[in-house]
């Protein structure tokens, strides 16, 4: 008996141990790297600035969706509306993660009148993000299109980290967003969760029990392990691309800007530009430890979303954070794509989406103003390599976007419905532009098509609903 009760008494002191480490470890890695989930998804808690005292209704909306399993599954996702607005209003779609209502971002779109929609967030959907989540999120956007009292003229799409990866890819696979911003996004799948992840949870699992080189990286990484198994041949350079905003660099039709810091450990800077990427190493790295892309990953992914991107849409400019504590006006050009690279120098294992002193915020709201004044009439441009895309989706063939047949036709992801999205866009281009004009850009983009006699009867048949 004193036996039994000496070993249970030992397994009670292992799990009290471990219990208490583990919460130690927790409050070290938050207090080291100041993380939370507003860091991870740099949404900005400072409100002490910013005020609003009107009143805020909130309505939950409920998004069904195909799996890629083929199984029908329902999501919800909240939109948040000033009380005083009326009418159709400005919408802000925020993806993947749920949009934190203390932020200064939140409270500046309340005052302005506008509506804010978001998901409602489980850790686990980060292991869905270029699966599951990724047609749901799709799905939300189409609904929220959809839903009155949404002014369909006027959707910006903003997202951070994780969704940042999600603002990218809603911009690059749909028509209809007047403007779009991604912080710190992820924008090469491959690099960012195949290679880097890996390096820093091979650092962390070397060190000892007491020592987490890259804290923040234990915290992170697990939560989007679950994607590698959305690749199940590593060598498949086509399906990594598919799958990242770096294969898509040339579908940007609306206003998209990028903002990035170097000191980001997450998703380091050089798959959005190898320009600014910092290559001295913190000592407290181990020396084959490396934040830059190699040159042997297959196909393009050892590319640049800046490579891929089309020079003649493109800015990307370096801008040196003076003082790291300070909001800073995002700086936007007239090009579809923007990328700002804020230099708050190189990545240290204490960093998270920007280096450990950075505090400072970024301010979106001019360019925002700005695009919602201008309307999706102004905004957006009918790109062959978009259009190319959309009717692929419209025959079936879509990658991102699976199409199941066999199913409820009402639901998204089916064959039918992704038919009826393309049609739906299309036919809002035309009406702020022309029939002529978009039919002009098609053609252009069935000569880029190893696929064209196929493509050219859906076309055929999306001219007809049109007229």
Same mark, same amino acid.
């Not at 400005?90 to 509506?115: C, K, R, S």
């Not at 910092?278 to 800046?306: K, Q, V, W």
């Given at each position: 008996?004193?036996?039994?009760?000496?070993?249970?008494?030992?397994?009670?002191?292992?799990?009290?141990?471990?219990?208490?480490?583990? !919460?130690?470890?927790?409050?070290?890695?938050?207090?080291?790297?100041?993380?939370?989930?507003?860091?991870?998804?740099?949404?900005? +808690?400072?409100?002490?600035?910013?005020? !609003?005292?009107?009143?805020?209704?909130?309505?939950?909306? /409920?998004?069904?969706?195909?799996?890629?399993?083929?199984?029908?599954?329902?999501?919800?996702?909240?939109?948040?509306?000033?009380?005083?607005?009326?009418?159709?209003?400005?919408?802000?779609?925020?993806? *993947?993660?749920?949009?934190?209502? @203390?932020?200064?971002?939140?409270?500046?779109?309340?005052? *302005?009148?506008?509506?804010?929609?978001?998901?409602?967030?489980?850790?686990?959907?980060? %292991?869905?993000?270029?699966? =599951?989540?990724?047609?749901?999120? @799709?799905?939300?956007?189409?609904?929220?299109?959809?839903?009155?009292?949404?002014?369909?003229?006027?959707?910006?799409?903003?997202?951070?980290?994780?969704?940042?990866?999600?603002?990218?890819?809603?911009?690059?696979?749909?028509?209809?967003?007047?403007?779009?911003?991604?912080?710190?996004?992820?924008?090469?799948?491959?690099?960012?969760?195949?290679?880097?992840?890996? @390096?820093?949870?091979? +650092?962390?699992?070397?060190?000892?029990? !007491?020592?987490?080189?890259?804290?923040?990286?234990?915290?992170?990484?697990?939560?989007?392990?679950?994607?590698?198994?959305?690749?199940? @041949?590593?060598?498949?350079?086509?399906?990594?691309?598919?799958?990242?905003?770096?294969?898509?660099?040339?579908?940007?039709?609306?206003?998209?800007?990028?903002?990035?810091?170097?000191?980001?450990?997450?998703?380091?800077?050089?798959?959005?530009?190898?320009?600014?990427?910092?290559?001295?190493?913190?000592?407290?790295?181990?020396?084959?430890?490396?934040?830059?892309?190699?040159?042997?990953?297959?196909?393009?992914?050892? *590319?640049?979303?800046?490579?891929?991107?089309?020079?003649? &849409?493109?800015?990307?400019?370096?801008?040196?954070?003076?003082?790291?504590?300070?909001?800073?006006?995002?700086?936007? /050009?007239?090009?579809?794509?923007?990328?700002?690279?804020?230099?708050?120098?190189?990545?240290?294992?204490?960093?998270?989406?920007?280096?450990?002193?950075?505090? %400072?915020?970024?301010?979106?709201?001019?360019?925002?103003?700005?695009?919602?004044?201008?309307?999706?009439?102004?905004?957006?441009?009918?790109?062959?390599?978009?259009?190319?895309?959309?009717?692929?989706?419209?025959?079936? =063939?879509?990658?991102?976007?699976?199409?199941?047949?066999?199913?409820?036709?009402?639901?998204?992801?089916?064959?039918?419905?992704?038919?009826?999205?393309?049609?739906?866009?299309?036919?809002?281009?035309?009406?702020?532009?022309?029939?002529?004009?978009?039919?002009?850009?098609?053609?252009?983009?069935?000569?880029?098509?190893?696929?064209? &006699?196929?493509?050219? =009867?859906?076309?055929?048949?999306?001219?007809?609903?049109?007229?």
């Amino acid at each position: 008996m004193k036996i039994i009760r000496k070993l249970l008494w030992v397994i009670f002191c292992i799990i009290v141990f471990y219990l208490v480490y583990s !919460f130690s470890l927790s409050i070290k890695t938050l207090s080291i790297t100041g993380t939370g989930v507003n860091n991870i998804t740099s949404q900005n +808690v400072r409100v002490e600035k910013v005020k !609003f005292y009107g009143v805020i209704t909130r309505d939950t909306l /409920s998004v069904s969706y195909v799996t890629n399993e083929g199984a029908v599954d329902t999501r919800e996702i909240i939109i948040r509306r000033p009380g005083s607005a009326e009418g159709d209003i400005p919408l802000i779609y925020v993806p *993947h993660y749920a949009m934190e209502e @203390n932020t200064e971002e939140f409270l500046q779109y309340m005052d *302005h009148g506008w509506a804010v929609a978001s998901p409602i967030f489980e850790e686990k959907y980060n %292991g869905q993000l270029t699966g =599951n989540d990724l047609v749901f999120n @799709n799905a939300a956007l189409y609904a929220l299109r959809h839903l009155e009292g949404i002014d369909k003229q006027r959707i910006a799409i903003v997202g951070d980290s994780a969704g940042g990866y999600m603002a990218l890819m809603l911009s690059e696979l749909q028509m209809g967003t007047c403007a779009t911003v991604a912080n710190s996004p992820i924008a090469n799948v491959y690099f960012n969760f195949y290679v880097h992840f890996k @390096n820093c949870d091979d +650092v962390n699992r070397k060190a000892g029990l !007491f020592d987490v080189p890259i804290p923040i990286q234990l915290l992170v990484s697990k939560s989007f392990r679950l994607n590698l198994d959305n690749f199940p @041949n590593v060598s498949d350079a086509d399906r990594w691309a598919a799958l990242s905003p770096l294969g898509n660099a040339r579908c940007f039709s609306n206003p998209t800007v990028i903002n990035h810091c170097t000191g980001d450990i997450l998703a380091p800077v050089d798959q959005i530009t190898k320009r600014y990427t910092h290559t001295e190493r913190d000592p407290a790295f181990p020396d084959n430890f490396t934040i830059c892309m190699a040159d042997d990953y297959p196909g393009i992914l050892s *590319h640049s979303l800046e490579e891929e991107a089309d020079p003649e &849409e493109l800015s990307v400019e370096r801008y040196k954070w003076e003082n790291s504590s300070e909001a800073v006006t995002m700086p936007y /050009s007239d090009r579809l794509l923007t990328i700002n690279v804020f230099d708050d120098g190189p990545i240290s294992p204490k960093s998270s989406h920007t280096a450990p002193d950075t505090t %400072g915020i970024i301010n979106t709201m001019s360019y925002l103003e700005e695009m919602f004044s201008k309307s999706l009439a102004e905004t957006e441009k009918a790109v062959p390599e978009k259009l190319l895309l959309l009717l692929e989706r419209y025959a079936g =063939n879509g990658i991102q976007l699976p199409a199941h047949e066999g199913v409820d036709d009402t639901v998204y992801g089916s064959l039918a419905t992704y038919r009826k999205e393309v049609v739906d866009e299309l036919r809002q281009y035309a009406e702020n532009h022309s029939v002529e004009e978009l039919e002009a850009v098609v053609l252009k983009a069935l000569e880029l098509s190893g696929n064209k &006699e196929v493509l050219l =009867n859906a076309w055929t048949e999306i001219k007809a609903a049109l007229e």
